[in-house]
């Protein structure tokens, strides 16, 4: 059984500070990685993927990958009120060539002024 | 609206319905997938089909539940004899082609169904 987990939520920050979210994963043959920001009641929107070892940075967010560790987190800087939201870690099976993805349970943020 | 529709967005039934939801994808994409989300949880895959070929099938996906892809184009799934643990959203996601960006892949809005 493959398995994504992610730290309990949920997480609080005040505005401005940095949010940091983390994900683990069991299987070893995971190539990709993804990050996405879920607001109720709508469907996931991606806002980062990740596929090799060490940083990578958009805007705001940046993610980390440590295969080794089998760990990916996500970091938002300056978090703002509008990156309230459940965060949803994904892994793509390397074995497949399509886009079955495994979910971890999703981390509620909540930025407040 | 180019983007992934899905009908109906919300479906209260009666346990012991049957149901189903449609999907229709991006109009040149051949490749389509239907995840299951419960509250509090992050999807769960259930199956994929390219094309009109179910090729892959979730154990989740008891015998209950029927999906299909005639034509390649929009795709339905039906669930029968509905339960209250059936209570979800049902995401449908749609790609072309698939690589490690996660870029291809588009998510319906989903549609909620509730079983009293």
């Known amino acids: 059984q493959k398995e994504v987990e992610q730290n309990s939520g949920p997480l609080s920050v005040p505005e401005g500070a940095i949010a940091s979210l983390n994900c683990t994963y069991s299987d070893r043959v995971s190539q990709s990685f993804f990050w996405y920001r879920q607001y109720s009641g709508k469907s996931p929107e991606l806002i980062m993927s990740i596929y090799s070892n060490g940083d990578k940075e958009d805007g705001r967010f940046t993610a980390q990958l440590n295969k080794a560790s089998q760990y990916v987190s996500l970091l938002i800087r300056d978090s703002q009120p509008s990156d309230s939201a459940t965060y949803l870690c994904?892994?793509?099976?390397?074995?497949?060539?399509?886009?079955?993805?495994?979910f971890g349970q999703g981390t509620i943020l909540t930025v407040h002024p | 609206d180019t983007g992934v529709s899905q009908d109906p967005r919300h479906k209260i039934t009666k346990r012991g319905q049957n149901v189903t939801f449609r999907c229709d994808p991006i109009?040149?994409?051949?490749?389509l997938y239907w995840y299951r989300q419960t509250l509090g949880q992050g999807p769960e895959f259930l199956t994929y089909?390219?094309?009109?070929?179910?090729?892959?099938k979730s154990r989740l996906l008891s015998d209950r539940f029927s999906a299909e892809r005639p034509k390649g184009s929009f795709s339905t799934l039906e669930i029968q004899r509905t339960e209250q643990g059936d209570s979800a959203m049902y995401l449908c996601?749609?790609?072309?082609?698939?690589?490690?960006?996660?870029?291809?892949?588009?998510f319906g809005e989903g549609s909620w169904l509730t079983v009293v």
């Open positions: 994904a892994v793509n099976d390397g074995g497949t060539s399509y886009g079955k993805l495994t």
């Open positions: 109009s040149e994409h051949n490749r």
């Open positions: 089909f390219q094309n009109e070929a179910q090729l892959e």
């Open positions: 996601a749609s790609s072309l082609e698939w690589d490690t960006s996660g870029n291809t892949i588009y």
